[in-house]
T-cell receptor, first 111, second 115 residues
């Protein structure tokens, strides 16, 4: 079974802090994704990566950056966390064909 | 750009009954994938069923089946013999073969199952 692991289920941070959300997959997938999920808005794509050191902006990249130094790891970075970034963050990876496999999610609260 | 629409924010079904969740999409592509994902209260997204657009036969996975109408751009999910564990948010999603595996999601349908 494909496993996508997000480092934290719950995270509480202060406004202005730098926040790292880590995601690791064990199936050698090239494509990895970061989404945020908010009530009534569904899943919105923040960034994705289709290879090491490659990244593409999604629909809502503002306030976020990403890092993909190794194929299995895709990190989401909030340079200076703000309260409007309080949300559920979901990481996913995908094989060349088929659906995405998701991690368990990180619920981030920014106070 | 492709879009996915789920017009039913909430649905309810009696245990052991059948329920159908609706999904429509818009695309100019002829080759693509469609998916239904389930997100229970645990928040883990689980792939329920997939359909390749080139296949005319509707996909089936145990109690879950789809009605794929390519010309109408409709992709509904039927859950038969509903169980309490089926209660979840269900998302319809579209994948283009050209965009690196990106999924476009609908807004979701919250399904409740009454005992």
């Amino acid at each position: 079974d494909v496993k996508v692991t997000q480092s934290s289920r719950y995270l509480v941070k202060r406004t202005g802090e730098k926040v790292f959300l880590e995601c690791v997959q064990d199936m050698d997938h090239e494509n990895m994704f970061w989404y945020r999920q908010d009530p009534g808005l569904g899943l919105r794509l923040i960034y994705f990566s289709y290879d090491v050191k490659m990244k593409e902006k999604g629909d809502i990249p503002e306030g976020y950056s990403v890092s993909r130094e190794k194929k299995e790891r895709f990190s989401l970075i909030l340079e200076s966390a703000s309260t409007n970034q309080t949300s559920m963050y979901l990481c996913a990876s995908t094989p060349p064909r088929g659906g995405q496999y998701f991690g368990a999610g990180t619920r981030l609260s920014v106070l | 750009a492709q879009t996915v629409t789920q017009s039913q924010p909430e649905m309810s079904v009696q245990e052991a009954e059948t329920v159908t969740l609706s999904c429509t999409y818009d695309t100019s592509e002829s080759d693509y994938y469609l998916f239904w994902y389930k997100q229970p209260p645990s928040r883990q997204m689980i792939l329920v069923i997939r359909q390749e657009a080139y296949k005319q036969q509707n996909a089936t996975e145990n109690r879950f089946s789809v009605n794929f109408q390519k010309a109408a751009k409709s992709f509904s999910l039927k859950i038969s013999d509903s169980q309490l564990g089926d209660a979840a948010m269900y998302f319809c999603a579209y994948r283009s073969p050209l965009q690196g595996g990106k999924l476009i999601f609908g807004q979701g349908t919250e399904l409740s199952v009454k005992p």
